[in-house]
């Protein structure tokens, strides 16, 4: 059975809880990612994605350069240890309607994040994905 560890993308794109949205879009924009995990002192607080960006910000006519991810960001959020598995990790994502999973350590310090494509790299294409796929959202 594949572990968290052995499929999710390690180091994840983080920034403070004060940041702006103008920066985290930078961020997406110049890595190539959907998403950036959000902290506050080092521990993970929340998760702000394109889709929040677009949604609750740009459509509500916020300034992006001075609205902080705090103001817009996912703060409840469902994680991941290290060595859950595979399996655990798409039950999650089913039962929370979510495509990324925020991987933490013992002080909930962000060390990854799994993502639906990494769940279907790692158990072929019988894997979840199609039952995550038509799980509803969750806005």
Known sequence: MNRVRDVMTAKPHTLPLDATLYEAAQVMRDHGIGDVLVTYAGRLCGLITDRD???????ESR???LTPLG????AE??????DDDTVT?????VEQAV????????????VGIVSIGDL?????????LSKISKAPPNN
């Open 53 to 59: 960006i677009v949604v609750r910000a740009v459509a």
């Open 63 to 65: 300034d992006t350069s």
């Open 71 to 74: 103001d817009v960001c996912t």
């Open 77 to 82: 959020l469902t994680t991941l240890r290290l």
């Open 89 to 93: 990790a798409a039950r999650l994502m």
């Open 99 to 110: 495509r990324r999973l925020p991987v933490v350590d013992d002080e909930q310090r962000p």
């Open 120 to 128: 279907v790299l790692a158990d072929g294409e019988d894997g979840p």
